[in-house]
């Protein structure tokens, strides 16, 4: 297949974003945290980090995991 024009839709920053939204919500469900992480600047901040390594990995590979430092959805915690 052969992309003859540009689409913003498909990989780059929307691709990361994306995937950083699936690391969300898959890290909601499994209950990690008491509270939604995408509450959490930092959190996210982190998550979008990893979804960029995933992204740069699964270019060249089929399967991957996904590791994030711990990080903690209370403002107090440091």
């Given at each position: 297949?052969?992309?003859l024009r540009f689409d913003r839709t498909l990989g780059g920053v929307e691709f990361q974003l994306r995937l950083r939204d699936y690391l969300a919500e898959h890290?909601?469900?499994v209950k990690r945290a008491k509270k939604d992480v995408?509450?959490?600047a930092r959190a996210m901040q982190?998550?979008?980090?990893e979804a960029g390594r995933v992204k740069q990995v699964l270019s060249a590979n089929t399967d991957h995991f996904a590791q994030v430092a711990i990080f903690s959805?209370?403002?107090s915690a440091k």
């Open positions: 297949m052969t992309c890290f909601n469900k995408t509450g959490d982190k998550l979008f980090k959805c209370n403002p």
